[in-house]
Nanobody, 125 residues
Framework: EVQLVESGGGLVQAGGSLRLSCVAS????????IGWFRQVPGKEREGVSS????????DYADSVKGRFTISTDNAKNTVYLQMNNLRPEDTADYYC??????????????????WGQGTQVTVSS
């Protein structure tokens, strides 16, 4: 069973930065995508960024382009989300997820089958 553990969330002032980490284990297939999503209570889960392990391609939501950067450290089975110039509207619970096999990119939650427990990000104004 795929396991994902997020960390790095916290409280930061607007304009500040955080780096989220997602450590993945027990992934038995070679071609997949890892995505970062966020959710605010009462709202739908929103795709933030993804990176294809297959070809390294990345996707970003328009709301985070130019501020967030996704990257991987394959040796550590870890995916990072560097978040700069944070805004109060970035406040949410952030989750990483592993896609179905052979999925290359994309921010549609239904493409992802395994999810971490989430890490909370709060941006104060």
């Amino acid at each position: 069973e795929v396991q994902l553990v997020e960390s790095g969330g916290g409280l930061v002032q607007a304009g500040g930065s955080l780096r989220l980490s997602c450590v993945a284990s027990e992934i038995t297939f070679d071609e997949y995508t890892i995505g970062w999503f966020r959710q605010v209570p009462g709202k739908e889960r929103e795709g933030v960024s993804s990176i294809s392990i297959t070809d390294g391609s990345t996707d970003y939501a328009d709301s985070v382009k130019g501020r967030f950067t996704i990257s991987t450290d394959n040796a550590k089975n870890t995916v990072y989300l560097q978040m700069n110039n944070l805004r109060p509207e970035d406040t949410a619970d952030y989750y990483c997820a592993v896609s179905l096999p052979f999925v290359v990119g994309g921010l549609i939650p239904t493409l992802y089958t395994s999810w971490g427990q989430g890490t909370q990000v709060t941006v104060s104004s």
